[in-house]
């Protein structure tokens, strides 16, 4: 099976990968998060018409949105008619940062 390797003007957007290492069937994921949460009009409309919008929408769901902002969640709402109600449930879901994943000793919480 032949390895199609990803246009260079997405390059910038790996910035921290090794480019020409990166294939779309092993990286897909990776690739498509990235081109969401990152990437320019032209990344997105070759991530568009590259995969179609039906295919993206699923991804999104599959997802749950996941490492997107409340304001690009809420523009794919839109583009791509995801439901409301489901995009409500993602951004009030807790999504808990590195910083409120850490464990706080008692001892720190307690007044002496």
Do not use: C
């Amino acid at each position: 099976m032949m390895k199609h390797s990803l246009p260079n003007r997405l390059r910038p957007l790996f910035w921290d990968y090794d480019f020409n290492a990166l294939t779309w069937e092993e990286d897909r994921d990776l690739v498509i998060k990235r081109i969401l949460t990152s990437g320019d009009w032209n990344a997105i409309n070759w991530l568009r018409s590259h995969i179609g919008d039906a295919s993206l929408k699923e991804w999104i769901q599959q997802h749950q949105g996941d490492g997107l902002s409340p304001r690009q969640l809420r523009f794919w709402e839109l583009v791509l008619e995801i439901p409301r109600r489901q995009v409500n449930a993602w951004l009030s879901m807790e999504r808990q940062n590195t910083w409120e994943k850490r464990i706080i000793p008692k001892s720190s919480t307690q007044r002496s």
